[in-house]
């Protein structure tokens, strides 16, 4: 009973420690961003302009969506290097973390790998030579 308890806690510990969201991760840099030319979202790679102030310095960039409203503000995702032409992605849209499908696979090879074990050590316990009920 010991060692079903023990493994069941293990499985409800990997799968907490693989979709707990990870705080180690690189942070994302936020900003707020003005729309200054909207783009018709009817067109192949529709991106409205906006506007975005990095550091001291308010610089152009090309959003990743279309539709806005002209001097609408919106929260983005600042790449890593802004230096020359860059898009920017819209916070609400950024991906937090590893994709689902990552995540679920990991979960599935863990949780796979304890019902291995624990299937081998209930076939070795199985082999295991009990004491003769009806000793002479």
């Keep these: 009973m010991l060692v079903l308890l023990v493994a ?4 409800i510990a990997t799968v907490v420690a693989l979709w707990w969201p990870n705080a180690s991760a690189e942070k994302t840099r936020l900003a707020s961003a003005t729309v200054v ?3 018709s979202c009817g067109v192949v790679d529709a991106y409205d302009r906006v506007e975005v ?9 090309k959003l990743d969506g ?6 609408e503000v ?3 995702v600042l790449p890593a290097d802004t230096n020359g032409e860059f898009t920017v992605q819209a916070a609400a849209s ?6 689902l499908e990552t995540r679920l696979a990991a979960t599935l ?11 081998a050590y ?8 009990t004491a003769a009920v009806g000793a002479a």
């Design 94 to 99: 950024a991906p937090a973390g590893p994709p």
């Design 53 to 61: 102030e990095i550091g001291d310095e308010v610089r152009t960039a």
């Design 74 to 76: 919106v929260e983005v």
């Design 8 to 11: 069941g806690l293990v499985g």
């Design 109 to 119: 090879l863990c949780l796979s790998g304890l019902a291995g074990g624990l299937y």
């Design 37 to 39: 030319e909207p783009a």
């Design 122 to 129: 209930l076939l070795t316990r199985r082999s295991q030579p």
């Design 66 to 71: 279309c539709g806005h409203q002209e001097d």
